[in-house]
């Protein structure tokens, strides 16, 4: 079987986060597949929001790194 991945790369995107992670957990389902938030260090909710699904977050170091 395939396995999918999906990385939502987000930076403050408290407003959205939860649905977007909602739709990936969908669409990776039948795939046996997972989620990654890649966070760019959001300041508002964002990371608390995603911490609520069963997905990984990886976040930068360094707020240089964005791009």
């Not at 260090?41 to 930068?60: G, H, K």
Request: charge should be negative; aromatic fraction near 2%; hydrophobic fraction near 50%.
């Amino acid at each position: 079987m395939v396995k999918v991945s999906i990385i939502i790369k987000a930076l403050n995107e408290e407003l959205k986060i939860a649905r977007a992670i909602e739709s990936a957990l969908e669409a990776v389902a039948p795939f046996n597949g997972e989620v990654v938030l890649a966070d760019s260090l959001s300041t508002d909710r964002t990371v608390a929001i995603a911490s609520a699904y069963p997905i990984r977050i990886v976040q930068l170091k360094n707020a240089e790194d964005r791009c």
